[in-house]
Protein backbone atom coordinates (compact mmCIF):
# COMPACT_ATOMS: atom_id res chain seq x y z
CA UNK A 1 0.00 0.00 0.00
CA UNK A 2 2.73 2.62 0.93
CA UNK A 3 4.51 1.36 -2.59
CA UNK A 4 1.90 2.63 -4.66
CA UNK A 5 1.82 5.95 -2.57
CA UNK A 6 5.53 6.17 -3.58
CA UNK A 7 4.88 5.57 -6.97
CA UNK A 8 2.15 7.75 -7.53
CA UNK A 9 4.63 10.85 -5.44
CA UNK A 10 7.41 9.56 -7.81
CA UNK A 11 5.66 9.55 -11.02
CA UNK A 12 3.52 12.75 -10.17
CA UNK A 13 7.80 14.53 -9.63
CA UNK A 14 8.34 13.06 -13.15
CA UNK A 15 5.24 14.47 -14.60
CA UNK A 16 5.76 17.61 -12.66
CA UNK A 17 9.28 18.22 -14.09
CA UNK A 18 8.10 17.03 -17.75
CA UNK A 19 5.71 19.39 -18.28
CA UNK A 20 7.45 22.48 -16.22
CA UNK A 21 10.07 21.57 -18.89
CA UNK A 22 8.21 21.99 -21.75
CA UNK A 23 6.22 24.64 -20.44
CA UNK A 24 9.10 26.79 -20.12
CA UNK A 25 9.91 25.29 -23.73
CA UNK A 26 6.57 26.28 -25.51
CA UNK A 27 7.17 29.63 -25.68
CA UNK A 28 10.61 29.84 -27.46
CA UNK A 29 9.47 27.82 -30.45
CA UNK A 30 8.50 30.70 -31.97
CA UNK A 31 11.94 32.33 -32.04
CA UNK A 32 12.51 30.03 -34.81
CA UNK A 33 11.66 29.24 -38.17
CA UNK A 34 11.08 26.65 -40.78
CA UNK A 35 12.11 23.38 -40.24
CA UNK A 36 14.01 23.98 -36.73
CA UNK A 37 10.36 25.60 -35.25
CA UNK A 38 9.02 21.88 -36.51
CA UNK A 39 11.95 20.33 -34.83
CA UNK A 40 11.73 22.21 -32.02
CA UNK A 41 7.42 21.60 -31.56
CA UNK A 42 8.23 17.97 -31.83
CA UNK A 43 10.65 18.22 -28.79
CA UNK A 44 8.49 20.27 -26.99
CA UNK A 45 5.49 17.67 -27.55
CA UNK A 46 7.47 14.69 -26.80
CA UNK A 47 8.20 16.21 -23.53
CA UNK A 48 4.86 16.97 -23.08
CA UNK A 49 4.48 12.82 -24.01
CA UNK A 50 6.47 11.84 -21.07
CA UNK A 51 4.66 13.98 -18.98
CA UNK A 52 1.27 12.94 -20.04
CA UNK A 53 2.02 9.15 -20.13
CA UNK A 54 3.88 9.29 -16.01
CA UNK A 55 0.46 11.53 -15.44
CA UNK A 56 -1.76 8.60 -16.57
CA UNK A 57 0.82 6.20 -14.47
CA UNK A 58 0.68 8.44 -11.73
CA UNK A 59 -3.58 8.25 -11.50
CA UNK A 60 -3.15 4.48 -11.38
CA UNK A 61 -1.31 4.21 -8.04
CA UNK A 62 -3.33 7.12 -6.50
CA UNK A 63 -6.41 5.07 -7.50
CA UNK A 64 -5.05 2.67 -5.70
CA UNK A 65 -4.70 4.74 -2.44
CA UNK A 66 -8.28 5.53 -2.82
CA UNK A 67 -7.82 9.09 -4.74
CA UNK A 68 -10.06 8.91 -7.50
CA UNK A 69 -11.18 12.76 -7.39
CA UNK A 70 -10.03 14.30 -10.78
CA UNK A 71 -9.81 17.63 -8.49
CA UNK A 72 -7.49 16.61 -6.28
CA UNK A 73 -5.11 15.06 -9.02
CA UNK A 74 -5.08 17.84 -11.09
CA UNK A 75 -4.40 20.09 -7.89
CA UNK A 76 -1.42 17.72 -7.11
CA UNK A 77 -0.17 18.02 -10.44
CA UNK A 78 -0.36 21.85 -10.96
CA UNK A 79 1.19 22.19 -7.55
CA UNK A 80 4.20 19.81 -8.63
CA UNK A 81 4.13 21.23 -12.40
CA UNK A 82 4.58 25.16 -10.92
CA UNK A 83 7.05 24.30 -8.61
CA UNK A 84 9.29 22.59 -11.47
CA UNK A 85 8.93 25.62 -13.61
CA UNK A 86 9.74 27.93 -11.66
CA UNK A 87 13.01 25.84 -10.29
CA UNK A 88 13.86 24.77 -14.40
CA UNK A 89 13.57 29.06 -15.40
CA UNK A 90 15.22 29.94 -12.38
CA UNK A 91 12.20 32.43 -11.36
CA UNK A 92 11.65 30.78 -8.22
CA UNK A 93 15.08 32.62 -6.67
CA UNK A 94 13.74 35.59 -7.90
CA UNK A 95 10.48 35.92 -6.20
CA UNK A 96 9.88 37.86 -3.33
CA UNK A 97 9.63 36.39 0.62
CA UNK A 98 5.62 37.32 -0.35
CA UNK A 99 5.39 35.00 -3.55
CA UNK A 100 7.51 32.20 -1.67
CA UNK A 101 5.09 32.37 1.30
CA UNK A 102 1.77 32.22 -0.96
CA UNK A 103 3.38 29.10 -2.98
CA UNK A 104 4.01 27.54 0.59
CA UNK A 105 0.73 28.35 1.15
CA UNK A 106 -0.96 26.70 -1.83
CA UNK A 107 1.38 23.53 -1.46
CA UNK A 108 -0.27 23.37 2.26
CA UNK A 109 -3.59 24.08 1.22
CA UNK A 110 -3.37 20.86 -1.30
CA UNK A 111 -2.64 18.87 1.51
CA UNK A 112 -5.07 20.12 3.28
CA UNK A 113 -7.86 19.04 0.98
CA UNK A 114 -6.54 15.62 0.59
CA UNK A 115 -6.08 15.02 4.55
CA UNK A 116 -9.62 16.24 4.46
CA UNK A 117 -11.09 13.38 2.22
CA UNK A 118 -11.97 15.69 -0.67
CA UNK A 119 -9.60 12.67 -2.74
CA UNK A 120 -12.35 10.05 -2.15
Known amino acids: MKLNLIFAIVLMAITGFFDGLAFGRAPKIWNYQGLTRIIE ?24 Q ?5 LVIT ?6 TIISLAIISGSFFTLSISDKVIALVAIILVGILYYRGVAK
Open 41 to 64: ILKTLSIFGVGLITYIASTFFLYQ
Open 66 to 70: GVENA
Open 75 to 80: LIWFVV
